[in-house]
């Protein structure tokens, strides 16, 4: 089974410019979630869909970030502007359902972002 | 509320034993133990739920106290591939099975 994609791995802006990411679920998983980890610090949950709704947007800085999740599917999270406490490594996850046993999040590889 | 683990940080020798350690001060239905290597994403180790139930690696162990909501993650006899930072993320009732990550323990095993 494929995993969790995403792109770019890697993004370098300067503050004020903007920027998305993208990320591809594992199929058939109905929940995904945008994490923010800064350097030595555990991830940051910014915002969670269950399949095209969202669940949880308290801790995403909606003055300046943004997320959509299109058909349940693929999701993308953007940043306009960014400052430069924005560098970090965002990271999508996905899960088959949320309130359900058992079932682990499973992690992409990450996008690290530099803001210059 | 941030689940604390302790140690931060621990350093061993091949083939030691470790234990990681969870707390949190708000009442919990599940904690997952996840590793991350370094410039990789975190993969699943272990999941305890309320009651004492748990999935996971056949080569790693954990504890849920539910009285002290505390999770121990325990790693015996460590290999070179242990190395790596653990997190432990906390899911309370309610929350939607939104997890709270704790600031990770940094484990490095030496030969």
């Known amino acids: 089974e494929a995993g969790v994609a995403q792109s770019p791995r890697y993004k370098i802006i300067e503050k004020r410019q903007s920027v998305a990411f993208w990320c591809n679920p594992i199929?058939?998983?109905?929940?995904l979630y945008w994490y923010q980890q800064i350097l030595g610090q555990g991830p940051k949950l910014l915002i969670q869909?269950?399949?095209?709704?969202?669940?949880?947007d308290s801790q995403l800085p909606k003055d300046r970030f943004s997320a959509e999740r299109l058909k349940g599917v693929d999701s993308t999270l953007k940043i306009q502007p960014a400052k430069l406490e924005d560098s970090a490594v965002y990271l999508c996850?996905?899960?088959?359902?949320?309130?359900?046993?058992?079932?682990?999040?499973?992690f992409g590889p990450g996008t690290r972002l530099t803001v210059l | 509320q941030q689940p604390v683990q302790s140690p931060q940080a621990v350093i061993l020798r091949e083939g030691e034993d470790a234990v990681i350690n969870c707390s949190s001060s708000?009442?919990?239905?599940?904690v997952h133990w996840y590793r991350q290597k370094h410039g990789e994403a975190p993969v699943f180790l272990m999941i305890?739920?309320?009651?004492?139930e748990q999935k996971g690696h056949e080569k790693i162990s954990a504890s849920f106290n539910e009285k002290k909501q505390q999770s121990s993650l325990y790693l015996t006899a460590s290999q070179l591939s242990y190395s790596g930072t653990y997190f432990c993320?906390?899911?309370?009732?309610?929350?939607?099975?939104?997890?709270?990550f704790g600031k990770g323990t940094k484990l490095s095993v030496k030969p």
């Open positions: 996850a996905s899960r088959k359902h949320a309130t359900q046993v058992y079932n682990e999040q499973f």
């Open positions: 199929s058939g998983h109905a929940t």
């Open positions: 869909f269950q399949n095209n709704g969202v669940v949880d």
């Open positions: 708000k009442a919990l239905y599940s």
């Open positions: 305890l739920l309320k009651g004492g």
């Open positions: 993320g906390t899911e309370r009732g309610g929350s939607q099975g939104n997890l709270i």
